[in-house]
């Protein structure tokens, strides 16, 4: 069965810090797989995607991710994180066929000024 | 803004009792997905509908149906609510022209307390 894992439940940087967010998925197939950011109170919005082609994809909020197949990974990274930026992180993959996305429990960010 | 609404925001019940959520997709936009969130089961895919068509489902209880209206809003409803069905619930559109997967846009959630 698909399945998504954030390994970090929780993850405090300092602000202007580097980030990375990690996530591996169990997908049989080609991935297409997803970040989203959920802030306080709010729903998901999409950070960023990566269905095919370059491995690195660019996002929103100056967020990227690079998806390596040989390690079934998709971390998220950012090079220097705002206090804007607090917020849980979920990564997520698609299911062909399913029509469904399988979440990560997600990674809580907490920014110390 | 995602353009997708959700009403209500908030809806608090008692037990036994029967609810509905509302859904409006992005302008356009012809499939719905409606998820859970709670805190022991995270976010948990339920059904997705397509033009008004049931395309798939997920771990939707028996008690919970949904559906989609000409108009393609969407309502999911809620019956014999019992005090674990508390959680958000999240409604998301896509295009889905090509029958594949495509990226979900979501709503802003109902927040269901349940006493």
């Not at chain 1, 580097?18 to 997908?27: A, H, I, M, P």
């Not at chain 1, 990974?73 to 705002?82: C, E, G, I, T």
């Not at chain 2, 719905?32 to 008004?52: A, H, R, T």
């Amino acid at each position: 069965a698909q399945s998504v894992t954030q390994p970090d439940i929780h993850i405090t940087v300092s602000e202007g810090a580097s980030l990375e967010l990690r996530c591996n998925y169990s997908y049989g197939a080609t991935p297409y797989l997803f970040w989203y950011v959920q802030s306080p109170g709010q729903g998901l919005q999409l950070l960023l995607k990566y269905f095919s082609g370059d491995t690195l994809v660019q996002g929103i909020k100056g967020f990227e991710a690079e998806f390596k197949r040989s390690q079934s990974s998709f971390n998220l990274r950012k090079p220097s994180v705002h206090w804007s930026d607090a917020a849980e992180y979920f990564c997520a993959v698609g299911v062909q066929g399913a029509q469904k996305l399988v979440f990560g429990q997600g990674t809580r960010l907490t920014i110390n000024p | 803004d995602s353009g997708v609404t959700q009403t209500p925001k908030h809806l608090i019940t008692a037990t036994g009792q029967r609810v509905t959520l509302r859904c409006s997709p992005r302008s356009g936009d012809l499939s719905v997905y409606w998820y859970q969130q709670s805190l022991d089961q995270g976010l948990q895919f339920l059904i997705q509908y397509y033009n008004g068509e049931e395309r798939a489902k997920g771990n939707i209880l028996e008690r919970f149906s949904a559906q989609q209206f000409p108009d393609l809003h969407s309502e999911l409803n809620l019956s014999s609510l019992e005090l674990g069905d508390s959680a958000l619930y999240f409604c998301a559109s896509s295009p889905l022209t090509a029958g594949d997967i495509d990226t979900q846009y979501f709503g802003p959630g109902t927040r269901l307390t349940v006493l």
